[in-house]
């Protein structure tokens, strides 16, 4: 059972930073990760993914050159950098594990966190 626990969200200023983790029991390594976000009223939303070694990243247009995706394997958890925030990126942030073809649909990945809430005030 793969398990996965988001924090580091909270209120912030438009144009302020955050930084995301999301800490992952069991095969962290083997997996590619993503990261979803889902404001109110609105279908889950793709942000980055990172391939298991992290050899690859792929954003979202909107958050190219604010949100960066990074891991660490041997602390099994994977990160969401956010810089230059703005209010619309109010939403609730996930993170999952990639298990088939297909980084920006949510039905490719099988485990997700509970996800933690991030505001961003204007």
């Known amino acids: 059972q793969v398990q996965l626990v988001e924090s580091g969200g909270g209120l912030v200023q438009a144009g302020g930073s955050l930084r995301l983790s999301c800490a992952v029991s069991?095969?962290?390594?083997?997996?590619?990760m993503g990261w979803f976000r889902q404001a109110p009223g609105k279908e889950r939303e793709f942000v980055a993914a990172i391939s298991y070694n992290a050899g690859r990243t792929y954003y979202a247009d909107s958050m190219k050159g604010r949100f960066t995706i990074s891991r660490d394997n041997a602390k099994n958890t994977v990160y969401l950098q956010m810089n230059s925030l703005k209010a619309e990126d109010t939403a609730v942030y996930y993170c999952?594990?990639?298990?088939?073809?297909?980084?920006?649909?949510?039905?490719?990945?099988?485990?997700w966190g509970q996800g933690t809430q991030v505001t961003v005030s204007s």
């Open positions: 069991g095969r962290f390594s083997s997996y590619a």
């Open positions: 999952a594990t990639k298990t088939r073809p297909g980084g920006a649909v949510p039905t490719n990945y099988e485990y």
